[in-house]
C-alpha cells in the first residue's frame, strides 16, 4: 500500500503559502505586477493586507495535496477501487443508480434539483450536500448523523427512496465479478475475504478524500496573492466576516463544523424550512435540537444552487439575504447581499480531474437489477434511523 | 476549426496493418515469439491463415482514428462541447437525465438493464443500443428511423418516456449560461446565434464519433496477429461465418447495416419477443416489415447485457442458442454456442478515456427544472413518430 502522493503541482500556491506570510508589501507589489493586471486592479492598502491577516485567523486554504484520512490510509489502489464503485450502478436494486446521481462530480458533487431523486423516482427529503471536500467535515449529512465518510457511504445505498439496495445485494453483485475480486484482494492485502461491506465504504471513503478544490482565488488570497480579490468581493469578505456569517461558516470548508438552529433570530417561512423536517432532533431526541442542522460548507456553493436543505432558494444573493434574517436578525441592503455573494463566488476551487472507470460486466451469477429490494418504511420519505441515510 | 488528430498510439495495430498482409509466415513466427506466450498458444497453421483471410473478406477493423462524419466536420471545439452536452442533466425536463444516464461511457455504452428507465420511472420499451462505435452503422436505433447520429439525438431528448424535454426548454437553458453561448460561438464560428438545438445535436454527433472501439483482439487479429485468438476463439469465429450468423451480423460492427425479421425461420416466444412491438412496421407501415429490426452491431457485445430489443436475456450463450433458431434453423450445441460466444468477447475494444466535463453552474435566468414538460402520448410507451425518438 503506497500512500497517495497527489499530482496537484500547485508550486505557485505553495510557494506563496510559505513565503508570503513573511514577505514585505514591496515583495507583494513585485508579485502584483508580475500578475499583469489580469484581475481588475484593487489598491494594495494596509486594508487588504489587514483583511487577509484577518481572515487567516477565521479559515483555511483548501490544501493542495489529498489528506490523511482517519483509521482509513489512503492509497492508490482503495482510490482506484473507489472510483469504479462511486460509478457503480449494480450497487443500486434499480441498477440504476449511483453515488455519481445525486453528487455527480461534472457538477460540483451535487445534482442541482431540490431534492435528488431515487428509487422509483422517489424525491429524498434534502438537498443533496456536495462530495467536494467533505472530508474536511466534522460529520456528514445535514444533521451530522454520520461521524465521517465511511458511515455516511452506508446510508444512501440502502436508503429505501435513494438506491434502494442491501450489504448482502451489493457483496453479491460484486463478488461476482472477477476483476472486483482481485481489486478488492490488492486494495485490502491480507483479508482473506476483502470483498465486503465495510471495504466499499472504506474505498469510497478514500475515493472521496481526493475530491478536494484546492486554488479558489479566495485560497490564493488567504495564500497571500492579495491582488487576486475584486474590491467588492473584498467588500463581502470583510461584510461576512463582521455581519457574523462567519460565526457558523468558518474554518476551512466556511461550515460543515458545527450544529446551528435555523432561525436563530427568526425562523424561515415553512416553504424554506418545512415543519415536519427537524433537523438534528432526530438523531438526538434531544428538544433543543429541533430545527437545528449542520452550518453548510460554503465552498463551491456557486456550483450547489439550490440551496438550504429544504432546496427552495435558487439564488445566492437571495439566499445570503435569508440568512441575515433568519440568522443574524439583519436586513441586509441589496449592496450587501451583492457583495457577500460576489464574495462566496470566490470560494468555487479547482475541480478534480475524473477520468471515467471502465467497469467490469456482469458474469454469469451476478444478481440481476431488482424492482423491489427494500420498502420504504416512512412513505413520506422522512429519514430513517441514524447511520442507515 | 481544426480537424482533430485523434490521439491513440496504435502504432502496433497499425504497424500490423499495413506490413502484416505481405509478411512471411516466418515473420508471423517471430512475432509471435516476441508475444511471450501471454495467450493460450495457438498453430500458426494454414488454416489459421485461410481464416483470417476468410474474416477479412467479411468484417472490417474498427480504425484508430476518429472517422469523418458526413456534413459536420469532427473539431476539438465541437467534441469538447459535445462531452459536456453528454452528461448535461439540465437538457432534461427533471433535470436528472442526460444521454449518459442510458449510454454510459463507464459500461459499454449502454446501461445493462433490460430496457431504459426515464422521466419519472418510466420503462423505455427497447433495450438501450449502445453509443459506441455506433458512427459506424448505416442508420440508427433498433429500427433504423434515425439516419444518422444527430436525428437519433433529437429522439431521446424530447422522447416523454425518457428526458421529455423540449428543444425550446434546451436552448432555453443554454443560452441562459454565458459559458455555453462562448462555446457554441467558437465551435459554430459564423453563425449570429450559434445556440441552436441542430448544433446540440451536431455537437453530440461529433462527440459520439469519438466513442470508438479500436484494438479489440478480433481487430488484432485481422490485422495479422495470427496468434492473438485461442483455438477456441477460432472455432467460434469460424462457426459464425460458416453456419450464418455472418450474413447479417458482418461489416465493421457485425451488424447495424441493414434489417431483417426477428425469426426467419422460427419465431421466439412472446417473452423474448413482445408481440406489440412490431419493428421496423412503426416506421415504413408496411406488411413484410412486421417484427424487423436492425441486426444488432456485436462490437462489445460482452459488456451490453442484457441482449435483445426486448433485453429479456443475460446470457450471451442463450442469445447464441435463440439466435441460431430463431434466424438460421439450427440448433446449435451447447460447444458451439460455447465456441461462437468466446469469439463474440474478442470484440470487447478498447474503452475510450473520458474526463468528465466541469459543467459551468446555472444562470439567474436559466430556467429551473420541470415535473412535466411533455405528456406522454402512448401511455404504454410504445415508439412515437419517428425522427422525435
Redesign the interface.
Known amino acids: 500500500m503506497r500512500p497517495i502522493n497527489h499530482l496537484r503541482p500547485f508550486v505557485v500556491s505553495l510557494f506563496l503559502a510559505t513565503v508570503v506570510p513573511c514577505a514585505t508589501v514591496a515583495t507583494l507589489e513585485r508579485a502584483r505586477a508580475a500578475e499583469g493586471g489580469k484581475q481588475q486592479p484593487t489598491p494594495l492598502d494596509s486594508d487588504t493586507v489587514e483583511l487577509r491577516a484577518a481572515a487567516n485567523e477565521v479559515f483555511q486554504a483548501i490544501p493542495a495535496l489529498v489528506p490523511t484520512v482517519k483509521d482509513n490510509p489512503v492509497t492508490r489502489e482503495k482510490v482506484e477501487l473507489g472510483r469504479m464503485l462511486w460509478?457503480e450502478?449494480?450497487l443500486s436494486a434499480?441498477?440504476?443508480i449511483s453515488c455519481n446521481?445525486c453528487h455527480?462530480?461534472?457538477?460540483?458533487g451535487s445534482?442541482?434539483?431540490?431534492t435528488?431523486?431515487g428509487h422509483?423516482?422517489q424525491k429524498r427529503p434534502r438537498n443533496a450536500p456536495t462530495v467536494f471536500n467533505a472530508v474536511f467535515n466534522a460529520a456528514q449529512f445535514w444533521d451530522g448523523r454520520a461521524e465521517d465518510l465511511r458511515s455516511q457511504a452506508r446510508g444512501p445505498i440502502q436508503a429505501a427512496v435513494e438506491m434502494a439496495s442491501t450489504p448482502e445485494y451489493v457483496i453479491g453483485v460484486l463478488s461476482s465479478i472477477p476483476e472486483y475480486r482481485q481489486r478488492f484482494a490488492t486494495a485490502f492485502p491480507g483479508e482473506p475475504d476483502a470483498v465486503t461491506f465495510e471495504n466499499v465504504t472504506r474505498a469510497l471513503e478514500d475515493f472521496e478524500a481526493t475530491l478536494i478544490t484546492p486554488a479558489a482565488r479566495f485560497d490564493q488570497f488567504l495564500e497571500g496573492n492579495l491582488t487576486v480579490l475584486t474590491i467588492e468581493e473584498k467588500r463581502g469578505l470583510r461584510l461576512f466576516m463582521e455581519t457574523g456569517c462567519a460565526g457558523c461558516h468558518n474554518g476551512i470548508n466556511l461550515g460543515g463544523q458545527a450544529y446551528f438552529p435555523f432561525g436563530v433570530v427568526e425562523r424561515p417561512g415553512s416553504d424554506v424550512l418545512p415543519p415536519e423536517d427537524k433537523g438534528r432532533f432526530a438523531v438526538t431526541k434531544t428538544a433543543s435540537d429541533e430545527y437545528v442542522f449542520r452550518a453548510v460548507p460554503l465552498r463551491n456553493v456557486?456550483?450547489t444552487?439550490?440551496y438550504f436543505h429544504s432546496g427552495k432558494v435558487?439564488?445566492l444573493e437571495q439566499a445570503v439575504a435569508i440568512m441575515g434574517t433568519a440568522q443574524l436578525g439583519k436586513e441586509l441592503t441589496p449592496q450587501e447581499t451583492g457583495e457577500i455573494a460576489a464574495f462566496l463566488r470566490t470560494l468555487t476551487g479547482e475541480?478534480p480531474?475524473?477520468?471515467?472507470?471502465?467497469?467490469p460486466?456482469?458474469a454469469?451469477r451476478t444478481p440481476?437489477?431488482q424492482a423491489v429490494l427494500r420498502v420504504p418504511t416512512s412513505p413520506g420519505g422522512a429519514p430513517e434511523a441514524p447511520g442507515l441515510r
Chains 1, 2 share one sequence.
Open positions: 460509478f450502478w449494480r434499480s441498477g440504476v446521481s455527480s462530480l461534472a457538477a460540483g445534482d442541482n434539483v431540490e435528488s431523486i422509483g423516482w456557486a456550483l444552487a439550490p435558487w439564488s475541480a480531474h475524473i477520468e471515467l472507470p471502465v467497469l460486466p456482469s454469469a440481476h437489477p
